[in-house]
Structures are given as structure tokens and as C-alpha cells.
């Protein structure tokens, strides 16, 4: 399974939309280099407020493409980027890859996929109802998927631009779904 980087950001400060960059550099155990969520504890404030401890699953931020052309048919004016994310991606079921899933970036970067991201009110603030419209719900009102992209941890730092191909290695074993981190 390959696809392809299609926009890197970050944001040296707590902001909601990251800014598009020519590239990246991803530093094993960290994150983003120069990105506020970069870290080996949890970075998001929500979670500092909690347990500031806590290992930081969420170092890199990953949303495909396809979801801002599907939000699009759906009235929303939304782009790389504007959803916080660090890396912006073509081609790859994303939300459809088990837990522990290495994505191999460019040259010499992997990451490791820990989770979904929960979408949260922020996405509100970006457009009225967003939040809602990446979230599918039963008739129960039951959560069934997330569609706010990906986080992952960097296992090999390097550096990742746009147009670099993404290599998909799946987790030996029974693959276990993604939940959100």
C-alpha cells in the first residue's frame, strides 16, 4: 500500500490551523522539529491538564486529502493544514489501518500510528458544524467512526516534503483497530 505526502505544517504555538511549510523534519521520539506538540509527555493542553506524565501519543498529526474533498460535497470550505494537522496525505486509507501500522515518509522517516484523533469543538470554531460532520453516528447516537485523521509517533526522524511517497507496513499478528488516543 503507497500513497503520497500531498502538504507538511506545523505551529511553533498552540494554534488550531498549523501552516504549510516545504518541509518537515521528524525527530525520532519527539515529533515535528519546531512544532508545540512536539514531545516524549502529551503536548495537547487538554491533556496536560490531566496528567502531564503521560506519554505523548500524538506527536504527529496525519489527515487524508480525500476527507477535505468529502467535507467539501458536504458545504465545507476546508484545506490542508486547517485542521491542525502535520502531515497531509493522498492515497492511503488512513482511518483504515490497525494500530501499530509504520508509515514510511520520503527518504528515511517512519512513523508509527497510535491512534484516531477524536474530533473535537475546535473544529467548530474553524466552520460551524465540522465537528459533527467528522463524526458518524448509529440511530442510537452511538459514535461509529472518527473522521478527524490519525496520530502517530516517530520511530525514524528524517525529513518529509510534499510529493515525498508514503509506504504502508502493516503490524504482524491479528491487527488491532484504531481507537482514539
Same mark, same amino acid.
Given at each position: 500500500?503507497? !500513497?503520497?505526502?500531498?502538504?507538511?505544517?506545523? =505551529?511553533? @504555538?498552540? +494554534?488550531? =490551523?498549523?501552516? *504549510?511549510?516545504? =518541509? /518537515?523534519?521528524?525527530?525520532?521520539?519527539?515529533? $515535528?522539529?519546531?512544532?508545540?506538540?512536539? !514531545?516524549? +509527555? $502529551?503536548?495537547?493542553?487538554?491533556?496536560?491538564?490531566?496528567?502531564?506524565?503521560?506519554?505523548?501519543?500524538?506527536?504527529?498529526?496525519?489527515?487524508?486529502?480525500?476527507?477535505?474533498?468529502?467535507?467539501?460535497?458536504?458545504?465545507?470550505?476546508?484545506?490542508?493544514?486547517?485542521?491542525? @494537522?502535520? /502531515?497531509?496525505?493522498? !492515497? /492511503?486509507? /488512513?482511518?483504515?489501518?490497525?494500530?501499530?501500522? $509504520?508509515?514510511?515518509?520520503? #527518504?528515511? #522517516?517512519?512513523? &508509527? $500510528? +497510535?491512534?484516531?484523533?477524536?474530533?473535537?469543538?475546535?473544529?467548530?470554531?474553524?466552520?460551524?458544524?465540522?465537528? *459533527?460532520?467528522?463524526?458518524?453516528?448509529?440511530?442510537?447516537?452511538?459514535?461509529?467512526? &472518527?473522521?478527524?485523521?490519525?496520530?502517530?509517533?516517530?520511530?525514524? !526522524?528524517?525529513?518529509? &516534503?510534499?510529493?515525498?511517497?508514503?509506504?504502508? @507496513?502493516?503490524?504482524?499478528?491479528? #491487527?488491532?483497530?484504531?481507537?482514539?488516543?
Amino acid at each position: 500500500m503507497t !500513497g503520497i505526502v500531498e502538504a507538511v505544517h506545523r =505551529s511553533a @504555538e498552540y +494554534t488550531f =490551523s498549523k501552516a *504549510k511549510t516545504d =518541509s /518537515i523534519r521528524l525527530i525520532e521520539g519527539l515529533g $515535528v522539529e519546531g512544532d508545540v506538540h512536539s !514531545g516524549t +509527555t $502529551v503536548r495537547h493542553r487538554s491533556r496536560v491538564a490531566i496528567d502531564p506524565t503521560q506519554p505523548n501519543l500524538r506527536q504527529v498529526h496525519l489527515i487524508h486529502s480525500e476527507l477535505h474533498g468529502q467535507l467539501g460535497e458536504q458545504g465545507f470550505a476546508v484545506g490542508p493544514g486547517q485542521m491542525g @494537522e502535520n /502531515i497531509t496525505t493522498r !492515497g /492511503i486509507d /488512513i482511518l483504515g489501518l490497525p494500530t501499530g501500522a $509504520v508509515l514510511h515518509l520520503g #527518504a528515511t #522517516a517512519a512513523i &508509527r $500510528v +497510535t491512534g484516531l484523533r477524536n474530533p473535537c469543538g475546535q473544529l467548530n470554531g474553524l466552520q460551524a458544524g465540522l465537528m *459533527k460532520a467528522c463524526i458518524t453516528q448509529d440511530g442510537a447516537g452511538n459514535v461509529t467512526e &472518527r473522521r478527524a485523521g490519525v496520530m502517530a509517533v516517530v520511530v525514524s !526522524g528524517g525529513e518529509v &516534503r510534499p510529493g515525498d511517497a508514503i509506504v504502508v @507496513e502493516l503490524p504482524g499478528g491479528s #491487527a488491532e483497530p484504531l481507537r482514539p488516543v
